[in-house]
């Protein structure tokens, strides 16, 4: 592990330093200068009278390496303070040396380290959250028989507890293990617990004392304002924060001036051990607690309420209420692999800026397990103008419009799509039984409308199509496919609850070829991307030509300021709009590829500008969702004058690799900076728009988003902890690439359009690369630990 904080300080560094661009994407162009810094912004927080203010600043300015004025000022009103409860806790066990180390090296704006205090059997300081040691440590596996019972808060309470064991029992025996069964286990059993000295020896700018439960110790004779004072002298300690106004009262006596004690709330319902009354009812009287702190931390919920659909609610006056008292506000509660409010789109930058970029509510600190990403929104995103010129010319391309919002290839996902920033809006064009093109993102209703049961009679098994039963497109008439309603598709809810805007369920019209054409024309976006699937077997087996529906509505709709994107699985298809000029012809590959060969490549630039694949063929991901190496598929590709596409980024964090830090924009700026794709294939373009509008897309910038070290973190975990590795994809052949000619369009009988059975000639031939890919829908979110297998299957 020390090999491995070293090895990440080197990274984080070699970023930071930024010396001069590469002239890659988010590069900067080579040796260009950067970017003035934006002039300071005044907060109106209440922070910028605490210590924190301008020693802290030039901490930081140090820290990073900056080559100018830090941007948030010395003045009152101080950005909102990080605290990283645990240090980097969404990534490595809690207060670990790991999980401190990257808290502190990863931010651009000021991190307190937040220890909750323990104390074992000889007083001695140590930091884990629960004050049972078995929800995140080994303890009950290395002494199974040393559980006890005791009484806290009024409840009985089981397991095994710091005061049962001696400091050198715990520190010599015990190990931290992850307590949330959704983040990585590969870092289990390896890191020792922190005492209270080895976090302050790690010489944070801010460190913050947690004390919860000073009333149980108390009765157990053990003290915890004596271990503050006494052992520690208050020295290195910033905030002390608790929920028991006895023992904040107590502190406010003993502790320096410099020290910032803070008011815990807890649920409103619950009752606070000294005053024996509810923390709701506490919350009414601001101006009491201002008598023993000089703030509160608070469940972000008590500012931002959700209603019972998880919807935000009008935010409360909290905030404006305990400034007026006089109260620093944190809120607390943040992770980036909890189920958020709707709201947010499981973006949780979008989260944290809802608490710092809104007037009436910008608190003065955040409590979060993934203090990077806190980081990086309030120094990147913090009131960021999206209206900007994008800062790199990288593709935003929508898939089904925007379909993590509203129910795909609906007016609703398209409208939202040109409001969240596209570049290129798309439509998966399908044909009804009587040949009427509209966009669906299948030729099966089944998952994006409501055709089940409405027309389950009318389902069949059609394996040119795809191995499963369905109600397709081309054996319902556009009246009936109108009769239906659109259907919001949710990858991962049904098994982990990552449901996406369940109010817009089934919100949308429908929209035909022409009429997508003519709203994509009507709003001047960019580009068209048109994907064209099962020609073969349309042409052969139902009689229609989608070939001549699309070139007719295309030709139509006089596209002449609008890019056109032509993709298919099918190189036979791309090979009929060849002499269509104006039109940039993309080749899917519906299957990961592990490599590409020259030769591979130069016969793909016989049919195609362009590819698209999916994140896996470029990164490859093993199956503990960690990144394990980049593939040769873009430089290949891009050696032959090949544009490649990513597809599909999605903001839930269940698919997104470790890596990542539960954050799409990192995921972003990892395809942007260190791979230096075309553009994106999206169902969130929101989040994509944000990111490449932002000066942090800028490598050589003052504040950028760092992008992860491919294969880094792998490298650091022992093999024995590992599971064993699949065999990978085959490279890509170029059998792989060429498909049969197109057949013939073949009139179907006047008894209806199902062909008979034993249809005359060969069966209509599969395109290569468009091999079908099973739904993944996720894993429960009590098997999280199998994390891996979502990100091995991209649809």
Known sequence: MIRCLFLMSLLVQAYLAKSGGDGGKGGGGGGQPAKPAAPPRKWPTLSGNTIRACVVSRQNHELLNLKQTNNFGCFPGYPPLIVARGGFSGLFPESTALANNLALQLRYTDVALLCSLQLTKDSIGICVTDIRLDNSTNIAEIFPKDSKTYKINGHDVKGWFAKDFSSQVILNNVSMVQSILSRPSAFDNQLAISTVDEVKNSKPPLLWLNVQYDSFYSANKLSMSDYIEKTMGFQGISYISSPEIGFLKNMKKKAPKETNLIFTFLGRDEVEPTEKKKYGDILKDLNAIKDFASGIVVPKEFIWPVDANNYLEKHTTLVADAHKAGLEVYASGFANDAIISHNYSFDPTNEFLQFVNQPDVIVDGLLTDFSPIASNAIACFANNDTKREKQVDTLIITHNGASGVYPGCTDLAYEQAVNDGADIIDCSVQLSKDGVAFCSDSADLTGDTTAMPTFMSKSSLIPEVQKDKGVFSFDLTWAEIRSLKPQMFSPFGQRTGCYRNPAAKNKGKFMTLSDFLGFAKSKAVQGVLINIENAAYLASKKGLDIIETVNKALKNASLDKVQVMILSDDSSVLSKFKGDKDYKRLLHFKETISAVTKSAAGEIKKYADGIVVYRSSLIVVNDGSFTKAKTNV????????????????????????????????????????????????????????????????????????????????????????????????????????????????????????????????????????GMAVAANFGVCVAAFMALGLLLSMEH
Do not use: W
């Open 634 to 769: 873009l430089k290949e590709m891009h050696a032959a004058n090949i544009s490649v596409y990513v597809s599909i980024m999605r903001n839930e964090f269940v698919a997104i690799p470790f890596d990542f830090y539960a954050d799409p924009t990192m995921e972003l700026a990892t395809f942007v900076v260190e791979l230096d794709v075309d553009g994106f294939i999206t169902e969130f373009p929101a989040t994509a728009n944000r990111y490449l509008r932002s000066s942090c897309v800028d490598m050589n910038a003052e504040v950028a988003i760092l992008p992860a070290q491919v294969g880094a973190l792998l490298e650091e975990i022992p093999a024995s902890t590992l599971t064993p590795e699949r065999p990978p994809s085959p490279p890509l052949d170029v059998k792989d690439i060429v498909d049969p000619q197109l057949p013939p369009v073949t009139p179907v009988s006047a008894e209806g359009s199902k062909s008979p059975p034993g249809p005359p000639g060969a069966p209509a031939p599969a395109p290569s690369s």
